[in-house]
């Protein structure tokens, strides 16, 4: 629409110069400023559109010199005294005209040069008085309203483009917090099944509960710690090995700082099986399991046991890489 609107004018500015009532001095002059304007608003309107909204700059230069040639072409094809005859300011329009066109397709230095070039050949040949009462004042505003439709075009999608971040931002915490819902209350019927019959059993024998029950619950409450602090980096396997090192009396911390976070399924899977079997071959009085933010290792597994003085020796050190060797 656009285009065909620009396209319009041409035609009329084009038609107003042809239809002549004083025959000019040189009349080709008149012709070749008519064919000029013409070719440079096909050029302007039509070179690189199917790509882009932005002019290519040899057709911006193109633009520019038919600017500052077209008025000087047509007033030389007349008398001084004709050159403020209504058919002989067609150009004033037609080259305020390009410099909308320059504006449009985003060459504002383009446009607002082959303005001034304007005005300067307007005053030159008619006089800034005369030039500002036959047209010219059109030709400026058509210019500063395209600049101002494009800065707030520009702006209107520049707040478009940032609500459509802001969109995609809410549906990915949406989403987030559908999958987080998902989770606790995968967890919490987790916890009923870990917690729910050592609870009902301390409930129901009113804390009179027997070592071996006491010894269910602490490792209830251990399995409850490790779903709450590190969900990711437990599986069956994991959470088995884990159980059995607590039931030969180690103490097991896990800990998910983020660590793998980024690990496409296929390789958390992969880390999962590589801890749980560290934790089978571990026999340390204290195990931490922790995975950290690093760019390199995913997961790391110290073990830490009593060497007959009052510190604890490093006995176990393994690390899991985020991508496989």
């Known amino acids: 629409m656009t285009t065909a609107l620009?396209?319009?004018?041409?035609?009329?500015?084009?038609?107003?110069?042809?239809?002549?009532?004083?025959?000019p001095e040189n009349p080709w002059l008149m012709i070749g400023g008519i064919l000029l304007f013409v070719s440079a608003m096909l050029v302007a309107v039509l070179s690189g559109a199917s790509q882009t909204v932005r002019m290519p700059l040899w057709a911006a230069l193109f633009t520019v010199g038919a600017a500052a040639?077209?008025?000087?072409?047509?007033?030389?094809?007349?008398?001084?005294?004709?050159?403020?005859?209504?058919?002989?300011?067609?150009?004033?329009?037609?080259?305020?005209?390009?410099?909308?066109?320059?504006?449009?397709?985003?060459?504002?230095v383009y446009g607002w040069t082959a303005l001034a070039i304007l005005v300067l050949s307007a005053g030159l040949y008619m006089g800034f008085e005369k030039a500002l009462s036959l047209g010219l004042v059109g030709s400026i505003t058509w210019?500063?309203?395209?600049?101002?439709?494009?800065?707030?075009?520009?702006?209107?999608?520049?707040?478009?483009?940032?609500?459509?971040?802001?969109?995609?931002?809410?549906?990915?915490?949406h989403a987030s917090q559908l999958v987080r819902q998902r989770e606790r209350r995968v967890r919490t019927q987790?916890?009923?099944?870990?917690?729910?019959?050592?609870?009902?059993?301390?409930?129901?024998?009113?804390?009179?509960?027997?070592?071996q029950e006491r010894l269910e619950a602490r490792l209830a409450e251990g399995t409850l710690r490790d779903e709450l602090r590190g969900a990711i980096l437990i599986n069956d396997a994991v959470r088995t090995m884990i159980k059995d090192a607590r039931r030969r009396g180690s103490i097991v911390t896990v800990f998910d700082e983020g660590g793998l976070d980024g690990i496409d399924d296929e390789r958390v899977g992969e880390i999962r099986d590589e801890l749980a079997s560290v934790l089978a071959n571990a026999h340390s009085d204290r195990v931490i399991i922790r995975a950290g933010?690093?760019?390199?290792?995913?997961?790391?597994?110290?073990?830490?046991?009593?060497?007959?003085?009052s510190e604890e020796a490093v006995d176990l050190w393994h690390e899991i890489r985020r991508v496989a060797e």
Do not use: H, K
Not at 11 to 16: C, N, T
Not at 88 to 107: E, F, H, M, P, Q
Not at 293 to 309: L, Q
């Open 6 to 23: 620009a396209l319009g004018f041409a035609i009329y500015f084009a038609a107003r110069g042809i239809w002549w009532l004083v025959q």
């Open 69 to 108: 040639a077209v008025p000087t072409l047509v007033s030389l094809s007349l008398e001084p005294s004709m050159r403020g005859a209504p058919f002989a300011t067609w150009y004033i329009g037609a080259t305020g005209l390009l410099g909308v066109v320059c504006v449009v397709r985003r060459r504002s």
């Open 143 to 173: 210019v500063v309203i395209a600049q101002m439709l494009v800065l707030f075009w520009g702006r209107a999608v520049r707040d478009t483009e940032r609500l459509t971040d802001v969109q995609r931002g809410v549906s990915a915490w």
């Open 190 to 211: 987790r916890a009923l099944v870990i917690a729910g019959p050592v609870l009902s059993r301390t409930v129901a024998a009113r804390g009179e509960i027997t070592e």
């Open 293 to 309: 933010r690093d760019d390199t290792i995913a997961v790391t597994v110290v073990g830490r046991s009593a060497n007959g003085e």
